[in-house]
């Protein structure tokens, strides 16, 4: 096609990177990363479907040290997706569009993720050591 | 608006041209909106069942409220990255046959995966 080769513009990696267009396009990383890791979910529930073998192959993969990982990385990826999507929703309603609010909200949102993670980490392992 | 070329049919309708309006914008909010609630659930559920053995897992997926919510949960969460993931293909590949291909992918692993999910509440649900 004639067009395929066209320069595209903008050309982005002239721009200094600034918290907007970061948190934007971590909004589709985390989103297109939680896509991959529904695999993992969906591991985990045909193996508690299937029986305790596979249930128990899944939860050692899943307990390991790179399982652990994945689902740390996981849970953060699923609370910032949360937590910005939100913010996408009160930008739906019309609110929050002036620069101060977009730089605070968006803060907001690194932080809330970064604690939401560790809340739920905890409270996993609470559960472990119950 | 008396020298558009539009009909006013096509006004009225406000479909656009590719005939489906503001249907998957909406759809992304609907199913956003939905997930916020249950999202949080699925963690503290999640959270519940650390170092929790097939069995253990298996009792708590049989009550109808946590079967109820998960089936809820997986399918709002598979739509929702359906239309996410078809506007990611939509923007970045631009070859026509692979932006196809890409695009029908998406429906087939989201409806497939989902789907086996969701079966996999059911029997765990129904005495797996």
């Known amino acids: 096609m004639a067009t395929q080769d ?3 513009s903008p050309h982005l990696q002239v721009y200094r990177p600034q918290i907007t267009s970061m948190l934007s396009i971590l909004h589709r990383i985390t989103g297109v990363g939680l896509g991959a890791g529904t695999l993992l979910i969906a591991w985990w529930l045909i193996a508690a479907a299937t029986g305790p073998e596979a249930f128990d192959t899944a939860q ?5 040290l790179i399982g652990r990982l994945i689902l ?3 849970t953060w990826a699923l609370f910032y997706h949360l937590c ?4 996408h929703l009160v930008w739906d309603a019309g609110y929050g569009y ?3 609010s977009v730089t605070r909200t968006g803060w907001l949102v690194v932080v809330a993720s970064l604690v939401l993670t560790a809340l739920a980490w905890i409270a996993g392992y609470g559960m472990r050591g119950l | ?5 539009r009909t006013p049919l096509s006004r009225v309708t406000g479909l656009g041209s590719a005939k489906d309006g503001t249907h998957h914008w909406w759809m992304q909010r609907l199913t956003a909106i939905a997930l916020v609630p249950l999202t949080f659930w699925f963690v503290a559920s999640l959270a519940s069942l650390v170092g929790a053995d097939r069995d253990q897992v298996a009792d708590w997926m049989a009550g109808p409220l946590p079967a109820l919510l998960m089936i809820l949960f997986l399918g709002t969460a598979f739509y929702h990255f359906k239309l996410g993931l078809q506007v ?3 923007d970045y590949v631009h070859a026509e046959w692979v932006k196809i291909t890409l695009l029908v992918l998406n429906n087939f692993f989201c409806i497939a995966l989902g789907g086996a999910c969701v ?3 059911l029997l765990l649900l129904f005495g797996g």
């Open chain 1, 6 to 8: 066209r320069p595209l």
């Open chain 1, 60 to 64: 050692a993969f899943i307990g390991s």
């Open chain 1, 72 to 74: 740390l990385g996981f």
């Open chain 1, 84 to 87: 910005n999507g939100i913010r």
């Open chain 1, 98 to 100: 002036d620069l101060d």
């Open chain 2, 1 to 5: 608006m008396g020298d558009s070329l």
């Open chain 2, 88 to 90: 990611v293909i939509e």
């Open chain 2, 119 to 121: 079966l996999s509440v």
